[in-house]
Each structure stands twice: as C-alpha cells, then as structure tokens.
C-alpha cells in the first residue's frame, strides 16, 4: 500500500535554530501514530509541518501526491485539535459545529444541524448541546473540539497534547473519543505524553529527540530499549 503521508528530508528552522533536521517518515492509512519526545524536540513543529501551518525549509511533505504547502493544499483532509480548545466562546456547542459547517462545507442549516447533533452524539455530548463552551467542563471543550474537526471530514486527525491541560478522569475520556475514531480507519498522529494511551492504541511510536527521529517502532519495542536517551525519558514520564 502507498503511504498516505510522506515526509521527505525536511528541515526546519526559527531564527537560525535548526528545529527539525532531515526527518523522513512514510505513514499509511488507519496508523496511529504517538510522537514523544522530550520539550524543544520539534514534535509540535513537525505536525503542524503536515497540514501547512509551517512551511518546512528544505524537503516536502505529499498527503496521497498532493504537496502541502500552505494549510489550504490539504484544507479538509486534515484536522488539528490543540491543547488548548480554540472554541468559538459566543457560540453554543451546536453553533460550534453549524457555523464552520455552514461557512466552510456550505451546507443548508438543515444539513449542518444534523451532522452537528450527529457528531455530538459520538462524543457523547448531545445533552450539552445548548452550553456555552464556558459552562463545559475541560474534558467536554476538547470532545466538542475533537466533534467541530470531524465535521470537516477529515481523513488524517494530528493531536498536539489534547490532553495535557486535562485532570485525569476527563483525560481518559477525550482519549475514548480518539480511540473511537481509530477504529474508523481516520490516520492518527498524535503528540502525548501519557503513556496508558501510547500503550493502549498507537500502531507506532516516533521518539524525537533534537529534530530528529532517534526511534520508530511499537510500544513494546521502546519500553525494552537500550537506548539511554530513551530509558532516561521514559524514567521522567513514568516517574
Ligand atoms: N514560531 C516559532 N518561532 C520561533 N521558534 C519556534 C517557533 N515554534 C517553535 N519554535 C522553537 O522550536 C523548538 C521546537 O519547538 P516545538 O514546539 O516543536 O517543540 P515540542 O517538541 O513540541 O516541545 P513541547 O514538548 O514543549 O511542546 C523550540 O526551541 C521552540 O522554541
Ligand atoms: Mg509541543
């Protein structure tokens, strides 16, 4: 099978500091992807490298032929959900969804409000549907996040830390959501650092270290590596 994204040799660079150097990556269809890493070691630069929101220095990133060169090549195939939920604050969880469905997809108000309840449904969040994403607890903002992403109908979800800024419990829940969605053949990258959820579902595991790959196996590989960078990482995150 051809790969459904390919990183060739790119490099990337902030103000003379070299942030990623020569990574290439082929990565197919429905894998799920876990990129760790230590702070600084370019895990969220290179994502956002595959859906244009950088544009990489040297080398290319092809989504299934097409170049990525700005965030419009792939608009639509590819869906991002950040720390942070980005949510529209004036707008109820259903608008959320409608409003970028309308714009964007321009489907009638009709369509829109049935794909938005469908959607909410599969992130369980139908009985909020009427809140303001202030009123949703942390956990909620990220599913409604994660449903708003999927009405675009991605085929590729990049994660960068979707759970990072989440208690435990609610953690667990927005990783039900990702999980469910790996099981419908959507390719997933995601950056983390919980490792229950690198165990439990990713197909691979990319170690970063420095801009560059230093490990690409399963989960069962890196957690009986000899590599010293990798033991000391894995020592700091599982404490
Ligand atoms: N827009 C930018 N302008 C300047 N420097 C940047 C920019 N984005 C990232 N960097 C720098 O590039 C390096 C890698 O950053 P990146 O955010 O990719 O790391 P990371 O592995 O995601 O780290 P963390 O785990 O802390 O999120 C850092 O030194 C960062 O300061
Ligand atoms: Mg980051």
Redesign the pocket.
Known sequence: MDPLIKIERIFKS??G?M?LRGISLDICQGEVLAII??????????I?CLNGL?QVDQGQVTIDGTLVEDTSSVAGRVGMVFQQFNLFPHCTAIENIVQPCRVVKKMTCQEAEELAFSLLEKVKMTDQAAQYPHSLSGGQQQRLAIARSLSMSPDIMLF??PTSSLDPELAYEVFDTIKALSKEHITIIM?T?QMNMVRDFATRVLF?DK?KVRFDDTFDALVVSDDVRIRQFLKKVYG
């Open positions: 902030f103000s500091q942030v890493g230590p702070s600084g070691s370019g895990k969220s630069t290179l956002r950088e960068d830390e950056v650092h970063l801009g």
